[in-house]
């Protein structure tokens, strides 16, 4: 028998680190197939984080993220070289997608532009992050 370890100790295991794989995949794709899986180790992971929630903190910090997402932030670069500027100003647990050309998202006054979404509502595209 191969038991699934699913406590949190000083590592997370390998199920809550998966949990929150498929959180931030779906997120960033909206994939139908990366939601049903995370549906199945929620419903397997639930039991188990309800007898003793402090020890399966990597999962419920999956589990946050997928209850209340994070800001989903679209970025059309002007230059390629703007791109390692970008990586100390972004909100930490955002969800970023970093574009140098598109249709879908123009720049706006030739300059690099940010789309900020959240809950599938978008805020006017601007020029500062």
């Known amino acids: 028998m191969n038991p699934k370890e699913t406590y949190d ?7 809550s680190a998966m949990m929150y794989n498929l959180v931030s995949l779906y997120q960033l794709t909206e994939q139908e197939e990366y939601d049903t899986l ?10 188990q984080a309800a007898e003793y929630p402090a020890g ?3 999962y419920l910090l999956a589990k946050l ?3 209340s997402p994070p800001e989903h932030i679209t ?5 390629e070289e703007e791109r390692e500027r970008l990586w100390g100003k972004l909100p930490f647990l955002a969800n970023v997608t970093v574009l140098s050309d598109s249709i879908k998202y123009p720049l706006m006054n030739e300059k690099t532009t940010y789309y900020v979404c959240k809950n599938h509502t978008c805020l006017t595209p601007t020029n500062e992050l």
């Open 56 to 58: 399966h903190s990597m």
């Open 65 to 67: 993220l997928y209850e």
């Open 75 to 79: 970025v059309v670069l002007k230059e």
């Open 9 to 15: 100790g000083a590592i997370p295991s390998g199920n």
């Open 38 to 47: 995370l549906l199945r180790q929620m419903n397997f992971m639930d039991c």
